[in-house]
T-cell receptor, first 111, second 116 residues
């Protein structure tokens, strides 16, 4: 089942912070985050594993709460380059090794 | 490394025609994924291969779609006959690991397919 992302879209001014949430109705062992810029392919940001381990990329960090079956992506002091659509991916239920992606959160950072 | 290579980058065809999309994964990667992206349905996994063997094709929409991976460096996705609702961006992605792995996936630039 597809993970649910919120919000659908967010508009930020440069330097502001934002949080993107990803939740699942099933137990999670890992959550994957990708970013897709307009007209380009998705690019990997990070993987979060069971245990609440936090990983970071530039000023983008994330957390994973397996009890709540959710992950949050934190955009801190946003830069223009952070604009794009962010997808979370979670392992499929019926087959190992594949991800099911959420609908995406569109982020627009303005000057 | 050249990254994942897809061809063509753009394809415009008429309804009923056969369409073949091609993908060359990153050398050394043994898993390959085909995705379709549309505004309405988002990013959908169509099929994935591990060591050239199809592991899961449950996302293939119907019999008009078929995918092959004859060797470790080449895969095709064929649509025959094509329909306007097949219009989408098709991505190929590859990664290392076993069929049970969740390593980083590297996406190709995509093929934008328009069926008139």
């Amino acid at each position: 089942q597809q993970p649910v992302q919120s919000p659908q879209a967010v508009i930020l001014r440069e330097g502001e912070d934002a949080v993107i949430n990803c939740s699942s109705s099933k137990a999670l062992y890992s959550v994957h985050w990708y970013r897709q810029k307009h007209g380009e392919a998705p690019v990997f940001l990070m993987i979060l594993l069971k245990g609440g381990e936090q990983k970071g990329h530039e000023k983008i960090s994330a957390s994973f709460n397996e009890k709540k079956q959710q992950s949050s992506l934190y955009l801190t002091a946003s830069q223009l380059s952070y604009s794009g659509t962010y997808f979370c991916g979670t392992p499929g239920t019926d087959s190992w090794g594949k991800l099911q992606f959420g609908a995406g959160t569109q982020v627009v950072v303005t000057p | 490394d050249a990254g994942v290579i897809q061809s063509p980058r753009h394809e415009v065809t008429e309804m009923g025609q056969e369409v073949t999309l091609r993908c060359k994964p990153i050398s050394g990667h043994n898993s390959l994924f085909w995705y379709r992206q549309t505004m309405m349905r988002g990013l959908e996994l169509l099929i994935y291969f591990n060591n050239n063997v199809p592991i899961d094709d449950s996302g293939m929409p119907e019999d008009r779609f078929s995918a092959k991976m004859p060797n470790a460096s080449f895969s095709t996705l064929k649509i025959q006959p094509s329909e306007p609702r097949d219009s989408a961006v098709y991505f190929c992605a590859s990664r290392t690991g076993t069929s049970l792995s969740y390593n980083e996936q590297f996406f190709g630039p995509g093929t934008r397919l328009t069926v008139l």
